[in-house]
């Protein structure tokens, strides 16, 4: 499945904001904020949608969108950096 890459998300967002912005364009399989080792939000997250249509549909609505006075920025996951299947995402 295509993963889509999330940065300059809010601080304060949670792993269910992060799959909620993107529940409009698709099925959303996962979704996971990158943290730091003590739990906390760096601003950086991962989605896999369900489709290709899906991932890219997210990203040209999302990339570039103000957010709590951040801007997001969307892009694809590369085949080289997808996680392997089963696995999320740390």
């Known amino acids: 499945m295509p993963?889509?890459?999330?940065d300059g998300l809010p601080l304060s967002f949670t792993d269910e904001d992060l799959r909620r912005i993107c529940a409009p364009f698709g099925i959303v399989v996962q979704g996971h904020?990158?943290?730091m080792?003590?739990?906390?939000?760096i601003g950086?997250?991962?989605?896999?949608m369900g489709s290709m249509e899906a991932a890219e549909a997210a990203r040209q609505a999302l990339d570039g969108r103000p957010?709590?006075?951040h801007t997001i920025?969307?892009?694809?996951l590369r085949l080289e950096e997808?996680?392997?299947s089963g696995s999320a995402p740390s």
């Open 44 to 48: 950086f997250g991962r989605v896999e």
């Open 82 to 84: 997808e996680p392997p």
């Open 73 to 76: 920025t969307v892009r694809h």
């Open 3 to 6: 993963w889509i890459i999330l």
């Open 33 to 35: 904020l990158v943290r």
């Open 67 to 69: 957010l709590n006075h």
């Open 37 to 41: 080792p003590d739990g906390t939000p």
